[in-house]
């Protein structure tokens, strides 16, 4: 069974520092593809960031982000399990969402489109307060 586990949200203020690990466990084919969502009340859910695995031949440990959280995030993975981390600094309360956690198979659909990942989390809440 598929486990895709979120962890790290909480409340800052603005900013302040978070970080989210993300752990994925139960996937048949290895993961080549990670990446952080994020969506806040009302609104659409945005690809924050993403990187591809040790297991991707030939694009692993690229990343890519969101223009709107270039230089403030990070994204990092634990080369030794299928464990993702995204260093958020300099939050501000726009950054204020529900975070998602989501791995795929495969290098192919895109790198922050959400509908090219089938194993998500349930998401951790991260709010920014001014």
């Known amino acids: 069974q598929v486990q895709v586990v979120e962890s790290g949200g909480g409340s800052v203020q603005a900013g302040g520092s978070l970080r989210l690990s993300c752990a994925a466990s139960g996937v048949s084919d290895p993961i080549k593809t990670m990446a952080w969502f994020r969506q806040a009340p009302g609104k659409e859910r945005q690809g924050v960031a993403c990187?591809?695995?040790?297991?991707?031949?030939?694009?692993?440990?690229?990343?890519a982000y969101a223009d709107s959280v270039k230089g403030r995030f990070t994204i990092s993975q634990d080369n030794t399990k299928n464990t993702m981390y995204l260093q958020m600094i300099g939050l501000k309360p726009e950054d204020t969402a529900m975070y998602y956690c989501a791995a795929k198979s495969t290098i192919y659909g895109g790198c922050l489109q959400s509908s090219a990942f089938p194993y998500w989390g349930q998401g951790t809440q991260v709010t920014v307060s001014s």
């Open positions: 990187i591809y695995t040790r297991h991707s031949t030939g694009t692993a440990g690229v990343t």
